[in-house]
């Protein structure tokens, strides 16, 4: 999640590539996806580099259009 949202280096295609894998990761291992939501959230939050931040929203609607978070995360990500 940290490369995805720092890396200026990705371009259109990689970008959506590497998005993709994130989300495929959460979708494969249930385990996981609250740790995926909680770093992706982690890094949009007040984060005041706007081509980051939109990188990390796009990516966290890709998540939750994918993956649910369990009952436990639900009302964090609500805040």
Request: proline letters at 4%.
């Amino acid at each position: 999640v940290l490369r995805f949202m720092g890396d200026p280096h990705l371009n259109g295609a990689q970008e959506n590539l590497f998005g993709n894998y994130i989300i495929q990761r959460g979708l494969t291992s249930a385990g996981i996806r609250d740790e995926i939501l909680a770093q992706v959230v982690n890094q949009v939050w007040r984060n005041t580099n706007s081509e980051n931040a939109e990188r990390g929203w796009l990516l966290l609607l890709g998540c939750v259009c994918s993956f649910a978070p369990s009952p436990k995360m639900e009302k964090h990500l609500l805040k």
